[in-house]
């Protein structure tokens, strides 16, 4: 799997959009970019996923640049509640005995009232 | 209604013990998993049962030995704990071996004294 770098942490006021940066630039031509976050004391929970294509949902939306070799996880309206460590993670589909998700360092972003 | 649930909490216990660690989803999912996330917060995969058949086993000490009665469930017994078993373990499932959309527990805090 292609590897990634993340800024270790991010401050953003609240109600302002969170934009998270992820690099990855040997990612290869079937490999999926995952985001997760871990809010304090709380399992990680899945966010949202892309191959190339921007994608949005309920919580967030994702850009992908055109060469794929990073991308941004936009949450549109941060709350106090999305403070967490969020983690971008490159994953070819599963195969070849190969199934795991693995977790980097990741971000942590800080909401500021 | 939860969807990934594990018991108990919190398990304080001396080195030399044996101890269980219980997970349960009720999402019908297929996969199920078990991470270990240190003190340095780094989250790493451990196990992945798929229809209760061992498909991923990390290198992690024999001591460690995860057992699924059912698709439902998947249990993590560890024999004679040592200081360094002192994580958070958290378990996870997915609709299949090959989605990587995970829905995570919120984490059992083993403390190994």
């Known amino acids: 799997d292609a590897k990634t770098t993340q800024p270790p942490s991010m401050d953003c006021a609240e109600g302002r959009a969170a934009n998270l940066p992820c690099n990855h630039s040997?990612?290869?031509?079937?490999?999926?970019v995952y985001w997760y976050r871990q809010i304090h004391s709380q399992g990680p929970q899945y966010i949202i996923h892309?191959?190339?294509n921007n994608e949005t949902n309920e919580m967030a939306s994702l850009i992908i640049t055109e060469d794929r070799k990073s991308s941004t996880l936009i949450l549109p309206h941060a709350t106090l509640r999305d403070t967490a460590v969020y983690y971008c993670?490159?994953?070819?589909?599963?195969?070849?005995?190969?199934?795991?998700?693995?977790f980097g360092k990741g971000t942590k972003l800080s909401v500021i009232p | 209604d939860t969807a990934v649930s594990q018991t108990p909490k919190y398990l304080v216990t001396q080195m030399g013990n044996d101890k269980s660690i219980k997970c349960e989803q009720n999402?019908?999912?297929?996969?199920m998993y078990w991470y270990k996330q240190d003190s340095k917060k780094f989250l790493k995969i451990m196990f992945s049962?798929?229809?209760?058949?061992?498909?991923i086993n990390e290198t992690v000490p024999n001591r460690f030995s995860p057992k699924s009665p059912d698709k439902a469930h998947l249990n993590l017994h560890i024999n004679s704990l040592e200081l360094g078993d002192s994580a958070v373990y958290f378990c996870?499932?997915?609709?299949?071996?090959?989605?990587?959309?995970?829905?995570f527990g919120p984490g059992t805090r083993l403390t190994v004294t």
């Open positions: 996870a499932s997915s609709q299949a071996i090959w989605n990587y959309e995970q829905y």
């Open positions: 040997t990612i290869s031509g079937n490999e999926y």
């Open positions: 892309g191959l190339k």
């Open positions: 993670i490159v994953r070819a589909p599963a195969g070849a005995g190969s199934y795991q998700l693995t």
């Open positions: 999402l019908g999912h297929d996969t």
């Open positions: 049962y798929n229809n209760k058949e061992l498909i």
